[in-house]
Structure formats: C-alpha cells, structure tokens
C-alpha cells in the first residue's frame, strides 16, 4: 500500500493552517489582504507559518500561548510560506533589513518593522523562550489588551 506525498502534505498544511487561525489569526492568501492588513494603524503580530519539520512545530504553539498576554498586539495576522507565495513576498517586503524565514514572527506598528523573531530563533529553542521572546516585543511595542 503506498501513500501519495501530495495527500499527506495537504493534510499537513490544513492542519498547520488550521492551528494557526483557530488561535486567533487572520490568515492573508493574496498580496492585497497582505497590503490592507498591513497598513493598519496599530500593532500587527505577523506569523510567517511553515510546515517545516521542528520549527514550525515550535513556533505554532509559541504563537497560540504567547498572545494571552497583558499586552499585544492590536492585530494577528498569518502568511503562509510556499503555500501562498504572493501573500507572503507581500508580506516580507515590509520586513526590511530582515532576510526571508520561515517560519518567523514580525512585529509591525502602522506599517513599520518594529522587531523580527527569526528562525534561528525557533528551530532548537524551547517553545517557552520562544514565547518570552514574543512577550518581550508586546511589552516594548504593545498597549495594553
């Protein structure tokens, strides 16, 4: 009996997807969700999501628990790395001087890079400093939720 690859990585984008919107974020498929999201006034949480093996496994969880939080941002959003390739080039454009990963956080204010969370660091970091690390960015750019 052989498994077909395309089944099982739809399955596991869907649940990756899933996991991520049932926590609270809007997910942005297109470049003009991205750009009318983006320009918000406020803070805007970006996770970039991806289905790599242990750090998407990490950030995911990090992002559902690090927003119950005194301070947050004002908005979560979602792009989704080699799944929605034009919403998440939209999206990366607003992090200058940051190079593309995935997955990762980006911390926006009116449109402006506040602060990254990068992959480095995600990948092989305990779920717990990755949520301090977030919750670190809302008190320094966040108003109280």
Avoid: W
């Avoid at 869907?14 to 320009?39: H, M, P, S, Y």
């Avoid at 970006?46 to 628990?65: E, F, L, Q, T, W």
Wanted: aromatic share 8%; net charge negative; hydrophobic share 40%.
């Amino acid at each position: 009996m052989s498994l077909d690859f395309n089944f099982l990585m739809n399955d596991v984008v869907e649940q990756a997807r899933k996991d991520i919107v049932e926590a609270g974020f809007e997910e942005l498929k297109t470049a003009d969700e991205v750009e009318e999201a983006l320009n918000r006034k406020g803070t805007t949480l970006v996770m970039v999501n991806s289905v790599c093996g242990c750090a998407g496994g990490i950030a995911r969880p990090a992002a559902k628990h690090a927003i119950h939080f005194d301070k947050r941002p004002d908005h979560l959003v979602t792009v989704f790395a080699g799944q929605d390739k034009e919403a998440t080039a939209k999206a990366r454009s607003y992090f200058e001087g940051y190079p593309p990963s995935s997955p990762s956080f980006a911390l926006l204010k009116d449109g402006k890079i506040c602060a990254m969370v990068e992959r480095h660091e995600i990948e092989g970091h305990a779920p717990m400093s990755v949520i301090e690390n977030l919750q670190e960015l809302f008190d320094k750019y966040c108003e109280e939720f």
